[in-house]
Structures are given as structure tokens and as C-alpha cells.
């Protein structure tokens, strides 16, 4: 996930295995590669879209924080929102950040 962030774009396997491989002695194979980009795809952490003969892939979100709240949200739903919404209000400070940031769209 760290070299498609880096990479700020959307990106072949082919160019994720050269940045993985660049500072490694003994170098991942392609098929390994592609193999974790297609689970993290299945598990929508990447999101894949066709480009010629092969695809293409980029970050569903922009950190693993990002990653995280998709995955609550997508499993839970509204019952992880009302539970983010409880905790927030519990401090403060928290909830005064996050009033903050819903205003700020």
C-alpha cells in the first residue's frame, strides 16, 4: 500500500514491483505482487480499473486510517457511525475537532 500512496496515482503491478524491488537483495517475483494487489482489490483496499491487456490500480483511501473507517463503516454501518458519533461526544475536545471537520466541507 506504501509504494501505490507513494505513487499518488494510479499504477500497474508491474510499476509496484520495480519500486518494491529497488531496495531489495533478493527481488518479490511479479506474480507475488499481483497476487496481493488483487486481494487487497477484492478487499476494495485498491481499486482496479482495466488498461489495455492488464490493469491498473489506486488507493481507495489515503491512509491506513482511511482503510480502517471503510472497512467499519462498509461492515457496520450506520450502528459504527452512531458509536464514532457516542465517543466523540464523550470528549470534548473531540467532538469540538469533529464539528470542526464536518464544517469545514
Known amino acids: 500500500m506504501e509504494a501505490v500512496w507513494r505513487a499518488d496515482r494510479a499504477v500497474s503491478v508491474r510499476e509496484i514491483v520495480e519500486a518494491l524491488n529497488a531496495g531489495r537483495g533478493e527481488p518479490l517475483a511479479y506474480t507475488t505482487v499481483m497476487t496481493v494487489m488483487n486481494r487487497l482489490a477484492d ?31 462498509r461492515t457496520y454501518g450506520d450502528e459504527a457511525m452512531a ?22 466541507d
Request: glycine content about 4%; overall charge positive; hydrophobic content about 40%.
Open 43 to 73: 478487499k476494495q483496499a485498491l481499486a482496479r480499473s482495466p488498461a489495455g491487456r492488464s490493469y491498473v490500480y489506486e488507493a481507495t483511501a489515503p491512509d491506513p486510517a482511511g482503510i480502517a473507517v471503510k472497512n467499519v463503516i
Open 83 to 104: 458509536h464514532f458519533i457516542d465517543e466523540a461526544r464523550a470528549d470534548p475536545e473531540v467532538w469540538r475537532r469533529m464539528q470542526r471537520m464536518m464544517s469545514e
